[in-house]
């Protein structure tokens, strides 16, 4: 396989998820390893500190290891001035809305999703309860795009890869309920994402757990 940095990723992962999704949108080449939670594999351990997925080697030596610093990482080796414009337009004030969307959904709606998807593990409220929380940011995010298809206008941003992946697991600890739910927008944009080729046939394509450089996986497939 030819030199590239390494990409250590969780399938299910939200934070792998988006990651994968902007390389796969960049077209921005890694060797993929897919990570066991459970049984982390000693490559990844040996970089010491943290191990959380995802966590990217460049060839340089250089660690990445949050989801966001992936994403900004891809952006910087796209060969794509139109897509990175796209995705974090050159404007101040863009910018400064993109990180503002993000920062509540890393905080606030992440802490209430988590609850809410192992409402049995924090029994002080009901998963009704933690519903509701959640609903917060459901509620901002169908006021936003009740008025524009994406978070920051007529294309998806930074904002909208970097989310979607949180709503889809908040969307699965009860399927019929978000159907059924006011969320109509919400439920289209995260459809945008999920039924998509990109996303079914190359960021969630299922991979075999890494555990020598011969299992390391050319990432976007195409
Ligand atoms: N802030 C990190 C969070 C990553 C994270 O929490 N990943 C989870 C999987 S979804 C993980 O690796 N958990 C196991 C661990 O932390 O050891 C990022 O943005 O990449």
Not at 26 to 54: F, I, Q, T, Y
Not at 55 to 76: K, N, V
Not at 196 to 208: E, I, L, Y
Request: glycine share 2%; aromatic share 14%.
């Amino acid at each position: 396989m030819i030199v590239l940095p390494i990409l250590y990723s969780f399938r299910r992962c939200p934070y792998a998820i988006r990651a994968r999704y902007t390389l796969a949108f960049l077209n921005v080449s890694v060797r993929l390893r897919e990570v066991v939670l459970k049984s982390k594999p000693d490559a990844l351990l040996a970089l010491g500190g943290r191990s959380s997925v995802p966590q990217l080697m460049d060839c340089d030596g250089t660690r990445y290891p949050e989801s966001l610093d992936i994403m900004f990482w891809a952006l910087s080796k796209t060969k794509s001035n139109e897509l990175t414009q796209q995705l974090w337009p050159n404007c101040t004030q863009t910018k400064i809305k993109i990180q503002t969307w993000i920062r509540y959904n890393d905080s606030t709606f992440k802490y209430w999703l988590d609850r809410y998807k192992y409402a049995d593990r924090h029994p002080a409220h009901s998963e009704a309860y933690y519903r509701g929380k959640g609903e917060v940011f459901l509620k901002r995010l169908e006021a936003r795009l009740s008025k524009t298809p994406f978070l920051l206008g007529e294309a998806e941003s930074l904002a909208d890869i970097a989310i979607f992946p949180f709503i889809r697991q908040f969307a699965a600890v009860n399927q019929n309920w978000f159907d059924s739910s006011p969320y109509r927008q919400v439920r289209l944009w995260l459809r945008y994402f999920i039924d998509a080729a990109r996303f079914k046939s190359t960021v969630m394509v299922k991979h075999t757990a890494w555990r020598t450089e011969e299992d390391d996986v050319l990432f976007p497939t195409v």
